[in-house]
């Protein structure tokens, strides 16, 4: 469904991805590790458009997006929760919503369907709906952030550090959340570094180090490497 | 008495161009993060064009405001594209210094077009009216009116469209707005477009009661400056407000203290509040 061939991104001299390798079948959940720094971000940022890569390609469902702007690639089906939400914070819970509805804009009927959906995922955005997003816990502006994206109704979700910042139980819900979204064939890319939680969903994974893939394989092969144990598993 | 409800309503007046000259001014810095100074001359070509449109072509006043809002939108537009947009990666010292730059071309374009000359536009609004004590032109009341109308239909645009939300959703966060598809291109060009047509119809509306000349954006802007200092920058309800306090500070000050220093009630006024809420009356509040 998503295929990264030899992208790099550069920043002025310094470069950020090298040469990076992924790809992403449809309806898994593929996790992509590495500590701070690794790269993470970037390569979201560039599959998102927000970012240009200097060198490779990105398909999705065969065809090129690495040209496209970010309005074209999100109308392409591929949706972001990026690292620290980027919410409109004056703009209420419902307002936040709708706004991730945008490129559906013309079709009412079915936004008043999803934003039910929605809110069945999330019973607390719909109590709060009237709330300002600015106000609502970390929690809780995380599963606005993912609600926001479900909107679009995506067939690719990125998720970029959905669990970063939260408390344990919130941390265990949201990947619960995760899961419960990809049984409604909605293929995910995850970005963490609470490596535990994510194997344990995920499909298979990558391992990102100075912006360069070092492992790949399944989930089970991560969980046996014995880098990838002592680096991001603690063991 | 009836001195002081009179500058009421004087105040309400000039309230209201100061109001919709910030309230423009203040969408543009939502979008672009820098004080168009730029401003201030699409509000003067707003003036010459509804004039020129009038005396030349001999249209009725509000079909030429209609084409004046559309002249200066396009001119914000053009603006944005040609000027802002190539700049958007720029030090932000480059942005102000070529709007001051795109202020003193126009002025002098003006002046080239048009003359030195202080030109008064003519209004089918003229008449005085006199209900329970109070004595206006009928401009006046228009003026009123026709701001109220104004901010209700942005108001509307703004908070009940998807297309007006996108622009304040941009203004709050612009990733956010890329990561839900919104083409951050055409909403930027989309507020300079809305900023010109109220530059345009403000000074349109403004020109019968005071003079269309090259310089006519200068005070105004400045004053519009301080009205979104003191309101909070990027802030609309702020802008509105704003606009009104310093219309009644400066028709109450006129007439109680001097009419000498009217100009001067802005800044004082500009002082005050910013020592005690530096960050403005409507600061921007909330976290993402």
């Keep these: 469904m998503l295929k990264l061939k030899g992208v790099s991104v550069q920043y002025g001299a310094y470069k950020a991805v090298r040469n990076v390798d992924i790809e992403v079948g449809k309806g898994e959940i593929v996790v992509l590790l590495g500590s701070n720094g690794a790269g993470k971000s970037t390569v979201f940022k560039t599959i998102g458009g ?12 065969g065809k090129r997006i690495d040209q496209s702007s970010p309005a074209q690639i999100v109308k392409t089906g591929i949706v972001q929760c990026a690292e620290g939400r980027k919410l409109f914070p004056r703009m209420t819970v419902y307002e936040n919503l709708m706004m991730g509805a945008f490129i559906h804009r013309k079709q009412k009927k079915e936004i008043e369907n999803t934003l039910h959906e929605v809110y069945e995922l999330f019973p607390i955005l719909k109590e709060k709906r009237n709330d300002l997003a600015g106000s609502l816990s970390g929690g809780q502006q995380q599963m606005l952030a993912i609600g926001r994206a479900l909107m679009s109704k995506p067939k690719l979700m990125l998720l970029d550090e959905p669990s970063i910042g939260l408390a344990p139980i919130i941390v265990a819900q949201m990947f619960e959340v995760i899961k419960q979204i990809n049984k409604t064939e909605t293929t995910i890319l995850l970005a963490e570094q609470n490596a535990n939680a994510a194997l344990h969903i995920a499909h298979k994974g990558y391992v990102l180090e100075n912006g360069s893939i070092v492992v790949e394989g399944s989930s089970e092969e991560l969980f046996a490497d014995d880098n990838v144990r002592k680096a991001y598993l603690g063991a | 008495m009836e001195i002081f409800a009179q500058q009421i309503f004087n105040g309400l007046t000039v309230g209201s161009v100061y109001s919709l000259v910030a309230l423009g001014l203040t ?20 003036g010459y064009i509804t004039l020129t449109m009038m005396t030349k072509f001999g249209l009725y006043y509000w079909i030429a405001i209609m084409i004046s809002m559309v002249i200066v939108g396009l001119m914000g537009v053009l603006m944005e594209r040609l000027i802002f947009y190539p700049l958007r990666d720029a030090p932000p010292i480059q942005d102000k210094i070529a709007a001051i730059g795109i202020l003193l071309f126009l002025e002098a374009f003006a002046q080239f077009v048009w003359g030195a000359d202080y030109q008064t536009m003519p209004t089918p609004y003229g008449q005085v009216v006199s209900v329970m004590g109070l004595t206006f032109t009928m401009q006046r009341l228009l003026i009123i009116i026709s701001t109220v109308v104004v901010m209700i239909l942005l108001f509307l645009f703004l908070k009940k469209t998807f297309i007006g939300s996108a622009i304040i959703a941009m203004s709050q966060n612009r990733e956010g707005a890329h990561l839900v598809g919104i083409n951050t291109n055409k909403m930027a060009m989309l507020t300079f477009m809305i900023s010109g047509a109220l530059a345009a119809i403000a000074a349109s509306l403004s020109s019968p009661i005071n003079l269309v000349f090259p310089g006519m954006g200068h005070l105004v802007i400045l004053k519009a400056f301080v009205i979104i200092i003191i309101g909070g920058m990027g802030s609309i309800p702020g802008a509105i407000i704003g606009g009104y306090i310093l219309g009644f500070a400066e028709s109450l000050g006129a007439t109680y203290i001097s009419n000498d220093y009217k100009d001067i009630f802005a800044f004082i006024l500009l002082v005050l509040i910013l020592t005690f809420k530096p960050t403005g009356l409507f600061a921007k509040g909330g976290h993402s």
């Design chain 1, 50 to 61: 927000l970012h240009k890569c200097t060198e490779g390609e990105i398909m999705f469902e």
């Design chain 2, 27 to 46: 969408l543009v810095y939502g979008i672009l993060h820098i004080p168009n100074f730029a401003h201030g001359a699409l509000y003067m070509m707003g």
